[in-house]
């Protein structure tokens, strides 16, 4: 956004206190002054999208090269278990309350 500024001569001091001057830029009259520096901050934002769409090619990039595939729908082998009697216990309620609600 200062880039944008200087190349435009403005102030630069716009572009360090760019959250407060909004409420200013608000009530500047329509005209050129106002229009340049809605451009600069508009190069500010984009710069910024520019900058974290970078970030995240090079995230992705790096996930596909290097997150091997793992298949998940393979058999499970480990030593841990669910606890099957709570399962059966709620099965058995919930057949109990259907026969009883039917009769």
Same mark, same amino acid.
């Given at each position: 956004?200062?880039?944008?500024? #200087? ?5 630069? $001091? ?6 407060? +001057?909004?409420?200013? &830029?608000? $009530? &500047? ?9 809605? =451009?600069? +901050? ?9 900058? +974290? ?7 992705? @990039? ?6 091997? %595939? @793992? ?5 499970? $082998?480990? $030593?841990? #278990?669910?606890?099957?009697? #709570?399962? =059966?216990?709620?099965? %058995? ?5 259907? @026969?009883?609600?039917? #009769?």
């Amino acid at each position: 956004m200062a880039i944008k500024l #200087r190349s435009l001569g403005l102030p630069v $001091e716009i572009a360090k206190q760019a959250e407060s +001057y909004i409420s200013v &830029l608000h $009530e &500047l009259p329509d005209g050129i002054y106002k229009d340049s520096v809605i =451009e600069a +901050y508009k190069f500010g934002f984009t710069g910024l999208y520019s900058f +974290y769409v970078g970030i995240s090619v090079v995230a992705l @990039v790096l996930c596909l090269l290097f997150i091997k %595939n @793992v298949d998940l729908t393979r058999r499970l $082998e480990s $030593e841990h #278990r669910l606890d099957g009697s #709570r399962w =059966e216990k709620q099965q %058995n309620k919930l057949a109990a309350t259907i @026969v009883t609600g039917h #009769r």
